[in-house]
Every structure is written in structure tokens, then in C-alpha cells.
DNA sequence: ATCGTTTATCGGCGATAGACGATGAACGAG
DNA sequence: CTCGTTCATCGTCTATCGCCGATAAACGAT
């Protein structure tokens, strides 16, 4: 883990932030999505729309959430645009889930 | 990580199972709901809705949503209700997160 | 200059989420 | 038995999601 939490380990970030990522990973295809970032190189919208079976527009929505919700980095490439996964906020947001069950879990 | 996981800790629950426990920890309300699930004793719907500033019938549906997915257990309790963590399934999500973004992480 | 490709965005549609109040069932206490 | 409490469920309303087709912008290639 080597982005720095805003929080200490142990320690929370709001309901509310938190909910707001785990909201954007809560649908199948963009955790399809995050994993063809993942794997594949080229990471352009046209490469996901043929991994994806969904409509180029529907796509590019997912996209944008992800986006959004800063687990996924933006950038144009000529007429591509480059997407790929931010794996320091992806861990964060891990990170944040296992803080929660394990304070969960201790507390019982 | 006591908990079996159905799949092996680099392969994957598929998406749409994944994507429906993170729907479910995907709101404010019920994050809140489950820290003071752990953090309390009693666990009945009353006291969460003096916790949680919302109608009585709206934390009884993101209760159920919680118990629909499998991490809250719930047993009724003369006209009380009980609701208690189910610390298994939360850690199983939060496992099954962490490989993803292991996955992710590990595929760059 | 004119295509073809890629992409983001808009508008619309049906479905679902999230909130509430009202209601009735279950139950303890009096 | 009756009253108060607790709870789940129902019906309703609004907002948002998820999907699509259409469109326009950007750009490379011809």
C-alpha cells in the first residue's frame, strides 16, 4: 500500500466517500470494465465496446463513471482517448472496504 | 482470511455477483448501518432508526437489502428484530475486492 | 476536401432506488 | 382486554440508473 491514506488505517473515511466508490464498482460491466484496463494495453473505448457487447455510448458512460469516481485515469490520445486504471485509488478503496470489515469483525 | 473462497485468490467471483455485494455497501445509510451493527449489542431495527436519523421505513429497507445480500443475518426476536454482521460474508467481499485490484494492480 | 473512425454527449425511455407515510401484525405490559 | 411499542410491508412519489440511437467534434488517411 503505497498510496497515502488520508485516514489512518484503522480510522474511516466518510460513509459517504466511501459508498461513492464502492457505487461505481457495483455493476458488472464495469468491473468487466477494470479488468480489461487491466489486462489489455491499448485501453481505448473502442476496444472495450468490442470486449463488452454493449452499445459504443453505453460504453463510454461507464466509463466516464469510473472516471468520476477517480478509480480510472483520463487522457486523449489523438481521436483515442487512453483510459487506465488507477491502481493507488483502486487499493484505496480496498483498502477502505477492509478497514470496515475489520472493524466489523473486531468488534464482535 | 478464514473465510473459503469459492474461487482462488487470483481468480475471480464472477462480476455480477461481486457487483451486487458492493451494490449493497454502496450507500451511506447502510455503511452507517453496519459500523453501528458492529459497534452495538442490542441490533434491533429501532435503535439503528434513532441512530440514523431516517424514517423507520427506510432503514428497514436498507436492512433488508443488507440481509437480501447475504451480510447482515437476520432473526426475529419476540417483537424486537435481531440483525447482526455476518463478518464471513463481509470479509468474502472485501476478499473478493482485494483480488480484483490485486489482479489489476499486478496486470501493469 | 472528403471520407471513415473514434469518441463524448444529448435526448429519450423503461426500470429501479430511495425516501416517506400509513397500515396491520406481533407482542409485552398494564 | 387494551394500549403502547416494534417491525415489515404496501403504495406512492421523485430522482437516478442503465441502455440505446443519433449527432457532432476531432482526427488520420486518401
Known amino acids: 500500500m503505497n498510496a497515502p491514506l488520508t485516514e489512518k488505517t484503522c480510522g474511516f473515511a466518510d460513509s459517504q ?4 466508490k464502492l457505487a461505481a464498482l ?5 468491473i468487466e470494465i477494470l479488468r480489461h484496463l ?8 473502442r476496444e472495450v465496446v468490442d470486449h463488452l457487447d454493449l452499445a459504443q455510448s ?3 458512460q461507464h466509463l466516464r463513471v469510473l472516471v468520476d ?4 485515469r ?3 490520445d489523438r481521436q483515442r482517448s487512453r483510459y487506465e486504471v488507477d491502481s493507488d485509488a483502486l487499493a484505496n ?3 477502505s472496504l477492509a478497514a470496515l470489515v475489520t472493524s466489523c ?3 464482535r
Open 58 to 60: 453505453t460504453v463510454s
Open 93 to 95: 478503496v480496498s483498502a
Open 69 to 72: 469516481a477517480g478509480l480510472v
Open 38 to 45: 487491466s489486462a489489455s494495453r491499448s485501453c481505448c473505448c
Open 26 to 30: 457495483s455493476h458488472p460491466a464495469r
Open 105 to 107: 469483525c473486531s468488534g
Open 17 to 20: 466517500s466511501v459508498a461513492a
Open 74 to 76: 483520463y487522457k486523449p
